[in-house]
């Protein structure tokens, strides 16, 4: 589900213009509808799925036991899988209902009187949206965690109702995290730790971290897994790919084959925290070479598939601080601005370095994942969902980064098409004017992203973009794109929320020569 270009992104500039927010959330509209066609659809699917696997295993007298077992298992998903799609449905139904009931009841009240009850009504769906991701974890709480991170894109009373999601999931049961530690690490936690705090200092969709101790003094972050996640993930992964195939008649044509199929591999090896320690080690020994920025140190012996130990490191969610210089800046404080677009520029030249430079990059940058430390020191944590770039797709990125500053629009269709981006029509014009966007601002030193630019027009930029994707469509994109795409879309959408000056060339320059130069 993509709410990124529906009605939730008109924010209070609505009450001047009515007849495009009406037009959006028509659009938001029909998005819930195809979902809720795909739920309905889902639902019977699974009922005739399980129909026919009770009717199989009574055929099997001969083993009727295994048989009984294999119908009672089918009955036990289907209610479990079927539980989990109405509470979703039933809450879209009430959403999309209520969007539906405010546009006829707009037509018969003022523009500013519309307004504020639309304000109302994102502030009620907020929170609706925000307690069926809570309320269901695993992949649908990723999707809130997502949209958490757009405050270009949602209403602000949207994004602080989906903050939540970012670092104040509800815990697992205390009894069942302390048994599975123990489980995992072969010992008692009295044993394992000198002191281990039971209530988490952090809790996401699928691990909580808590702070502990270890015996030899040292202060660590202790991540563990709730219980019986995989299974909560592969429901979803299930549930993900039957919505798309019925909403495809609703949205734009898309790679969305290859999108599943990455979104799969990621949250896949998300549950696996050996290769989670592999990607931590080495995206922190990289950042320790870069000035401003770093991350955690697995540290000590407890260590498994399950469970995960860093060192501690105390900081503050970036937005928060990014918050307080906005609004210092926003008063007259010049060097405020300053300190904003210098942490701005450092978090933008970290993942352009890991992406370019490195060929390994965490993937999932929501503020939550992302502190500032006393010293100013930047930092990145959770490396579950991490991708890795080869050195010639390293190198053709940084040829088309190229392409894109001496504004050489032949060479940026070739490295394009040599990447693997296809269009339906197989013109780049889509793929070109998408480019165009992100980059007309960048191509010289010192411009400044976003700055000037109100919210409305932020929104008409992004709608001009979605009609070009209408008319020709990107119909294949190589894997590795899904990811650099959903970081840069993060990243772009704090860029543009809180307008720091940027310095594009030595933020890329370096990161570039260096993936050029790479074997």
């Not at 992949?139 to 602080?160: M, T, Y």
């Not at 002191?195 to 972050?221: C, K, M, W, Y």
């Not at 969902?385 to 894109?404: G, M, V």
Request: proline share 3%; with cysteine; glycine share 6%.
């Amino acid at each position: 589900m993509d709410v990124s270009h529906g009605g939730l992104s008109l924010q209070k500039h609505q009450a001047n213009q009515a007849p495009e927010a009406q037009s959006s959330l028509r659009y938001w509209l029909a998005a819930i509808d195809g979902v809720l066609r795909a739920v309905e659809e889902t639902v019977w699917r699974l009922r005739r799925q399980t129909a026919e696997a009770c009717n199989a295993s009574r055929e099997e007298w001969a083993d009727w036991t295994g048989g009984f077992r294999d119908a009672q298992s089918a009955l036990e998903s289907w209610q479990q899988q079927t539980a989990r799609l109405v509470s979703i449905g039933w809450t879209l139904t009430k959403i999309a209902t209520s969007y539906r009931l405010h546009l006829t009841r707009a037509a018969f009240v003022s523009r500013q009187r519309a307004a504020a009850m639309l304000e109302r009504l994102h502030a009620k769906n907020a929170q609706r949206f925000t307690e069926v991701c809570v309320s269901h974890g695993g992949g649908f709480l990723k999707v809130g965690q997502l949209l958490s991170s757009r405050p270009d894109i949602l209403p602000q009373v949207w994004i602080e109702a989906l903050c939540v999601l970012q670092d104040e999931v509800p815990a697992e049961d205390e009894d069942r995290i302390t048994a599975l530690l123990e489980e995992e690490i072969g010992v008692s936690l009295d044993e394992a730790f000198r002191h281990f705090e039971r209530t988490p200092i952090a809790s996401a969709s699928i691990g909580q971290v808590h702070r502990a101790v270890l015996n030899d003094e040292t202060i660590v972050a202790v991540k563990v897994q709730r219980p019986s996640i995989d299974a909560v993930i592969e429901l979803d992964m299930q549930i993900l790919v039957s919505f798309l195939e019925g909403m495809k008649t609703s949205l734009p044509p898309a790679d969305y084959d290859t999108i599943v199929k990455e979104v799969r591999a990621t949250i896949s090896e998300e549950v696996d925290y050996h290769a989670e320690r592999t990607h931590t080690s080495a995206v922190g020994d990289y950042l320790a070479t870069l000035q401003g920025v770093r991350a955690p140190k697995p540290v000590g012996s407890h260590q498994t598939k399950r469970v995960l130990v860093t060192e501690f490191i105390d900081g503050e969610k970036i937005t928060s601080v990014l918050d307080r210089l906005a609004e210092a800046r926003d008063a007259g404080d010049e060097s405020a601005h300053v300190e904003l677009s210098r942490l701005v520029n450092k978090l933008v030249e970290a993942y352009a370095r890991q992406m370019l430079e490195l060929g390994r990059f965490q993937a999932d940058p929501h503020p939550g994942n992302l502190l500032v430390e006393p010293d100013n020191t930047l930092v990145i944590l959770d490396f579950g969902c991490t991708k890795i770039i080869e050195a010639d797709a390293r190198r053709a990125y940084a040829r088309l980064l190229q392409a894109f500053f001496v504004q050489d629009t032949n060479r940026v269709s070739q490295i394009l098409h040599e990447l693997g981006f296809r269009t339906q029509s197989g013109r780049p014009d889509t793929l070109l004017w998408f480019a165009e966007l992100m980059l007309d601002k960048l191509r010289s030193g010192g411009a400044t992203l976003g700055q000037g630019l109100s919210n409305a027009e932020m929104v008409d930029e992004w709608i001009r973009l979605l009609k070009a994707v209408e008319q020709d469509p990107v119909v294949h994109i190589p894997d590795h794109f899904v990811m650099i795409g959903r970081v840069f879309a993060t990243l772009g959408g704090l860029v543009m929320h809180y307008r720091p000056t940027m310095d594009i060339q030595r933020i890329l320059v370096p990161a570039l020569l260096s993936a050029l130069s790479s074997k």
